[in-house]
């Protein structure tokens, strides 16, 4: 069984480009939660993600960024005219639910994001 | 809100010894769950041990244990027979009960063993 899958493992931005970083769950997981790491820093949540839905984005930055996780494919984190503090490893995480018995959460091997 | 802190930025450890790792939380939450995951150089995350609130026995995974102090809100790991592999960063974290999946990491603490 594949794990969490992210892709690209590193990708390096322009000031003002755009950045999509994708991230594929653990089969059968539903539930995909998006955290990022400063440097020297804790995980910070971000958001987390059902099929289709949003259900808590509490961690996200008002602007410029925005997530997804369509019906089909991977979920979808976008940043939007990048700046330079948006530099940080970006990590995915999935889980079977988000209580009971399989609330653990998998995590991928998160992406890189170099904005110059 | 929740808050998790690790007050060890940095440990080392002889190979073969024991080291405990501090962590404590904040919470009006009465059921909850801690975690404690290793960050390798590699950055992959990894879930080392969890412990639910509700239960009073200490979690143990082979070489890794917890001392769990739910009233002092305080969520030890004990390495023994530390390996030069358990060289790593490790992360606390914290999870409500419920359906918010919402995981809430302390900053860490960079564990060196020595050879």
């Known amino acids: 069984n594949a794990g969490v899958m992210q892709n690209p493992r590193h990708l390096v931005r322009r000031r003002g480009q755009e950045a999509r970083l994708r991230c594929s769950p653990m089969?059968?997981?539903?539930?995909v939660y998006w955290y990022r790491q400063l440097p020297e820093e804790g995980l910070k949540f971000m958001v987390y993600l059902q099929k289709e839905n949003i259900i808590d984005e509490s961690g996200m930055p008002k602007e410029r960024f925005s997530a997804e996780f369509p019906k089909e494919g991977p979920s979808i984190l976008r940043i939007q005219q990048v700046v330079r503090g948006d530099s940080a490893a970006y990590f995915c995480?999935?889980?079977?639910?988000?209580?009971?018995?399989?609330?653990?959460?998998?995590f991928g091997p998160g992406t890189r994001l170099t904005v110059t | 809100a929740q808050t998790v802190t690790q007050s060890q930025p940095e440990m080392s450890v002889q190979e073969a010894e024991t080291v405990t790792l501090s962590c404590t939380y904040d919470t009006s939450e009465s059921n909850y769950y801690l975690f404690w995951y290793k960050q390798p150089p590699s950055r992959q995350m990894i879930l080392v041990i969890r412990q639910e609130a509700y239960k009073q026995q200490n979690a143990t995974e082979n070489r890794f244990s917890v001392n769990f102090q739910k009233a002092a809100k305080s969520f030890s790991l004990k390495i023994s027979d530390s390996q030069l592999g358990d060289t790593a960063m490790y992360f606390c974290a914290f999870m409500k009960t419920g359906n918010t999946g919402k995981l809430i990491f302390g900053q860490g603490t960079t564990l060196q063993v020595k050879p």
């Open positions: 089969k059968g997981h539903s539930h």
């Open positions: 995480a999935s889980s079977l639910l988000a209580g009971g018995n399989s609330y653990e959460q998998y």
